[in-house]
């Protein structure tokens, strides 16, 4: 989020693994922008990790022979 300025890395169970924040995001006089990017930034990796979940489940039901299930 913000050109790189926020970082979130999340698991692959939708938990968060790490948030980075480069130090000049960081501004005292106006802490919504801070905020605002980080929310986009969790946002992010969550709908990152779902994806990235919903493709190994995918994946491995195609391994096994099943059938792809839409909401599985």
Sequence with gaps: SGNG??????????????????????????????????????????EAAKKMSADDMQSMMADMGLPNIPGL
Excluded: F, N, Q, Y
């Design 5 to 46: 300025m926020v970082t979130v890395t999340a698991r692959g169970d939708i938990s968060i693994a790490a948030i980075r924040i480069d130090p000049r995001a960081s501004d005292a006089e106006h802490p919504a922008a801070l905020e605002k990017l980080v929310l986009v930034a969790v946002e992010g990796a969550l």
